[in-house]
T-cell receptor
């Protein structure tokens, strides 16, 4: 257990429905990331938050995707009008730049939320 | 962005040492080398990170030659539970720069440890 929790762990939905995933990072981490991973591939970066500010977004993040981190703590990733190509594992990670606390900037990943779009 | 190349898969036996070499020919001066491990249905887990020479922790060793164009992750005396995918990543010091969009995982190396 890395301390990063994601919910739900599994989600099956029909094409065209909206889904929302939640990530609770390690509490003292100021950075939060979302990645997407399909079978047999490495994780692909989607977006990054520094506290509550969304600072980076990948071109993979289409208009149907939106992510928030309203109070700089938990984050949500919403996918609207899901498509079959959205089926993947959605991974959340957090990190800290606080060297005094022993961090080296490494990412701590949650166990992911697996999405299946029928 | 420094691209990395690593073997697709490797087989080993319990008790052996496993060495995975990653090529990163166009690594930049500010780039660090980081390795992650991923088990099925879990998120990746940080193993080790280095800039040059040798780094060792309780899990693995990382060897980086002087030209830094490659690196080798060494797993001593592997067990069945070390069967996983291992990713080599190259990017700016993640503590200083939140390089999320530059952490390209690639396909990784699938290590299978046999009894």
């Amino acid at each position: 257990d890395t301390g990063v929790s994601q919910d739900p762990r599994h989600k099956i939905t029909k094409r065209g429905q909206n889904v929302t995933f939640r990530c609770d990072p390690i509490s003292e981490h100021n950075r939060l990331y979302w990645y997407r991973q399909t079978l047999g591939q490495g994780p692909e970066f989607l977006t990054y938050f520094q506290n509550e500010a969304q600072l980076e977004k990948s071109r993979l993040l289409s208009d149907r995707f939106s992510a928030e981190r309203p109070k700089g703590s938990f984050s949500t990733l919403e996918i609207q009008r899901t498509e079959q190509g959205d089926s993947a594992m959605y991974l959340c990670a957090s990190s800290s730049d606080n060297k005094a606390a022993g961090y080296a900037g490494e990412l701590f990943f949650g166990e992911g939320s697996r999405l299946t779009v029928l | 962005l420094a691209k990395t190349t690593q073997p697709i898969s490797m087989d080993s036996y319990e008790g052996q040492e496993v060495n995975i070499t990653c090529s990163h020919n166009n690594i930049a001066t500010n780039d660090y080398i980081t390795w992650y491990q991923q088990f099925p249905s879990q998120g990746p887990r940080f193993i080790i990170q280095g800039y040059k020479t040798k780094v060792t922790n309780e899990v693995a060793s990382l060897f980086i030659p002087a030209d830094r164009k490659s690196s080798t992750l060494s797993l001593p005396r592997v067990s069945l539970s070390d069967t996983a995918v291992y990713y080599c990543l190259v990017g700016e010091n993640p503590r200083i720069k939140a390089a999320g969009n530059k952490l390209t995982f690639g396909g990784g190396t699938r290590v299978l440890v046999k009894p």
